[in-house]
């Protein structure tokens, strides 16, 4: 029988996976209590059907056994205890099939390495105290965090240093650690420093950089971006989660302030009202009712995109950045099929054929985040689409194995419990969905110098009552200063903030592909559909989104009009002009925009040669024509680069460098390089020199890298008519992001465009 079960793994959890994907829709509550239901799945206080003929049940609240047509395939236990560990605890409910998986999930071996989920578990969960500590100084080098890196890119292509920092302050407000929270002022001056001189976006005051979940495993972009166009890109999660990081600092110093202590946080360049009016200018979007995944493109002319990133949406609703009438609309809009929330809706490519990383976490930040939504019907399928994900993981044969650690923990302490956590104590804003009546107990919950029990009856998010020992307390908090056993009671009365709300039960959409666009000249175009159809598997509710023939035009980052298909020409008009064409699908999504196209007057352009006030030369490139053209700069030569610059006009200029984009092999030590910008001694910025990803070669094999050139992303300067000097200078930030003997450029030339009014 065993070999026939591990036969079996594989087929079943295709089986269960296929009537996921068949599910398109999901059903509308019952109004029955006690079930969690869909087209896909129903959940009991006993079972999961799969509705494939594959059932789960509960043997009691330790074991599951799994059922195929009413025959046992197969019983998966828990393993040892996990509420003996730091950050588990015991739970039961109503639920013996809820309480059963808490307890197989406790049960699995704790891992002893980080991953780029690490810092979002920590951030969930920051009970685990000792443990959490530990994974997070295993990241910090030389007072910064390591950063995330992938095949093709790192720091400051990818921006990850903010879910640490979250997950640092949650932890010390959980150990009250001085020393934590000494490394964690420290840790974030140094990272909100960095970022002031390397990725603030100068017209927008916002922080650019993409989340490593966006490049990898989900390569949301169109093939057309480069590491350059990865640069100039602005996202929501990284400004959002950047906001969690100062809005958690500012109130542990406040609390500490009121306790007459110091905590010797660091006073941080931006403050967190300033950064969150800028968000939500720059990223709500009230069409929607949501916020855009990011603005993209040139830095003066940021373009939008059509697409919300549900990872970040969850985490700013965690922190607290959303008004409450945006989390509303939030949870009522973005689309809830019956496996769960997609990172990003509408879909950007082409279907997941399988489950991903980011799609567990997102289905475990966005049932936490649901809690605080006052949506039951969208509270209730995000409870739903966990459970049956947890339930569906024993099927493969790997006994609850995730990819996202403790899932239904996490729901435990941020949704049913509602906990968030301060310098000074634990807040508790509780909500129970509609399908999972009863009471539910967490026990064995160690906080600083206590152990909790938190009973809870009840279902909605209304407290009728909240007592502690048997007292009642209004705030519904709990203070740090306690020490001992205590026991906190908890009665919801069945209500919710937003009774009337509903959710979008039903699959996401995919983003339409850009346009195909060929320029036979600087001002003519020929405009026509993507050749890269969106595809769905059948019956994986997706729309099939191949765009309406329909394209807007894009100038200098303004929709001016829409154009069919075909031919284009653009008009003169004397000044700089940035032309980008996007995809108008039938569903109203837009798509990504086609590469941008840059057309410069020549009376608005300036060229500067390095060549002729550098050293030339280099033994890097072997071609002896090529080398003559290229400037190498390292740490020790050419540290310095200065060039004289007679400008004609007074305005704002864009500052561009030319460079061979590769230095040959790709490694992780030689990704990136940077180089300040100064003009008349003036700071302007730091140019990101990034490596072009050697898919670039894979497409293009008769190009050899010394050929594979780019453009910086632009710096933005203001220059009046007259003499001036440019300077470029060897930057060298921490060794954490950059190995400073890898530090190198081989540039040719340096140009400017004067950029309209």
């Given at each position: 029988m065993r070999g026939s079960v591990r036969h079996a793994a594989g087929w079943l959890a295709a089986i269960v996976l296929a009537g996921a994907a068949a599910g398109c829709s999901r059903e509308r509550p019952s109004g029955r209590p006690g079930d969690l239901r869909c087209a896909a799945y129903s959940i009991t206080p006993d079972s999961i059907d799969m509705h494939t003929?594959?059932?789960?049940?509960?043997?009691?609240?330790?074991?599951?056994?799994?059922?195929?047509?009413?025959?046992?395939?197969?019983?998966v236990t828990a393993g040892p205890s996990g509420a003996a560990s730091r950050g588990s605890f015991g739970f039961t409910s109503a639920f013996p099939v809820f309480d059963a998986l808490l307890r197989i999930e406790q049960g699995m071996p704790k891992a002893d390495v980080c991953t780029w989920l690490t810092p979002y578990e920590l951030f969930l969960n920051p009970f685990v105290g000792a443990e959490g500590e530990r994974l997070l100084h295993s990241r910090l080098r030389n007072g910064y965090i390591v950063p995330a890196a992938t095949r093709r890119y790192d720091w400051p292509v990818i921006n990850d240093n903010h879910p640490w920092l979250l997950a640092a302050a949650e932890l010390y407000n959980i150990t009250a650690n001085r020393a934590s929270l000494a490394r964690l002022g420290d840790v974030a001056q140094k990272v909100t420093e960095l970022e002031e001189q390397v990725t603030v976006n100068p017209v927008t005051g916002l922080t650019g950089g993409v989340t490593r979940y966006m490049v990898a495993p989900d390569d949301i972009f169109p093939q057309w971006f480069t590491p350059g166009e990865l640069t100039e890109c602005t996202t929501f999660a990284v400004n959002a989660?950047?906001?969690?990081?100062?809005?958690?600092?500012?109130?542990?110093?406040?609390?500490?302030?009121?306790?007459?202590?110091?905590?010797?946080?660091?006073?941080?360049?931006?403050?967190p009202d300033s950064l969150r009016r800028r968000i939500f200018r720059h990223f709500w979007n009230p069409a929607e009712g949501n916020f855009h995944a990011m603005l993209y493109g040139h830095p003066v002319w940021q373009l939008p995109l059509s697409a919300s990133d549900n990872i970040a949406q969850s985490v700013a609703i965690l922190t607290g950045l959303p008004l409450p009438d945006m989390t509303a609309s939030i949870a009522?809009?973005?689309?809830?099929?019956p496996t769960g929330v997609e990172p990003f809706t509408p879909v950007p490519g082409a279907p997941s054929s399988s489950p991903s990383e980011s799609q567990a976490l997102v289905r475990t930040l966005w049932s936490a985040a649901m809690a605080r939504s006052g949506n039951d019907e969208a509270y209730n399928a995000a409870?739903?689409?966990?459970?049956?994900?947890?339930?569906?993981?024993?099927?493969?044969?790997?006994?609850?194995?995730?990819?996202?650690?403790?899932?239904?923990?996490?729901?435990?302490l941020r949704g049913f419990c509602g906990i968030t956590t301060a310098f000074d104590g634990l807040h508790f804003s509780p909500s129970v969905p509609s399908g999972m009546p009863g009471e539910m107990t967490v026990s064995a919950l160690r906080y600083r110098r206590c152990q909790l029990t938190v009973t809870i009856t009840g279902t909605g998010n209304n407290v009728t009552s909240f007592t502690i020992?048997?007292?009642?307390?209004?705030?519904?908090?709990?203070?740090?200063?306690?020490?001992?056993?205590?026991h906190i009671r908890i009665v919801l009365d069945g209500t919710v903030a937003n009774p009337s709300a509903r959710a979008t039960l039903t699959a996401p959409s995919a983003l339409p592909p850009p346009p195909s666009v060929v320029w036979a000249t600087p001002r003519l175009a020929t405009v026509s559909p993507s050749a890269v159809a969106v595809e769905s598997d059948p019956g994986d509710g997706r729309l099939v989104s191949g765009g309406s023939g329909e394209n807007f035009l894009w100038l200098d980052g303004v929709i001016t009009e829409s154009v069919p298909s075909g031919r284009y020409a653009l008009a003169q008009t004397g000044q700089t002009t940035m032309v980008q064409f996007c995809n108008v699908a039938e569903n109203r999504y837009i798509s990504f925009s086609s590469a941008p196209h840059l057309v410069v007057p020549a009376s608005?352009?300036?060229?500067?040669?390095?060549?002729s006030v550098a050293k030339g030369g280099t033994r890097i490139i072997e071609d002896k024509r090529l080398r003559a053209d290229f400037v190498e700069s390292n740490r020790y030569k050419n540290r310095?680069?200065?060039?004289?610059?007679?400008?004609?006009?007074?305005?704002?200029?864009?500052v561009e460098v030319h460079y061979v984009n590769g230095l040959g092999i790709v490694n992780p030590r030689r990704r990136t390089a940077l180089r300040s910008l100064s003009v008349d001694g003036h700071r302007a910025g730091v140019l990101v020199f990034t490596q072009l990803s050697p898919m670039a070669w894979d497409s293009a094999p008769e190009h050899h890298w010394q050929t594979l050139t780019a453009f910086t992303a632009p710096l933005i300067v203001e220059l009046t008519e007259g003499e001036h000097t440019l300077e470029m200078a060897f930057y060298q930030p921490s060794p954490v992001y950059i190995d400073p003997e890898n530090n190198i450029v081989l540039a040719d030339e340096v140009r400017l465009y004067l950029l309209p009014d």
């Open positions: 003929g594959v059932t789960l049940h509960a043997d009691g609240d330790t074991a599951i056994r799994i059922m195929v047509e009413g025959n046992t395939l197969r019983r989660m950047r906001w969690g990081v100062m809005s958690s600092l500012r109130a542990i110093d406040a609390s500490m302030a009121m306790r007459n202590e110091r905590s010797h946080l660091p006073e941080l360049a931006a403050d009522a809009s973005v689309p809830a099929p409870v739903g689409a966990l459970i049956y994900a947890s339930g569906s993981a024993l099927l493969s044969g790997s006994d609850a194995a995730q990819p996202v650690r403790a899932p239904l923990s996490a729901l435990v020992d048997g007292k009642e307390t209004p705030q519904h908090f709990f203070p740090a200063s306690s020490e001992g056993e205590h608005s352009m300036i060229e500067l040669r390095l060549a310095r680069i200065r060039l004289p610059l007679h400008v004609q006009r007074t305005g704002r200029y864009a």
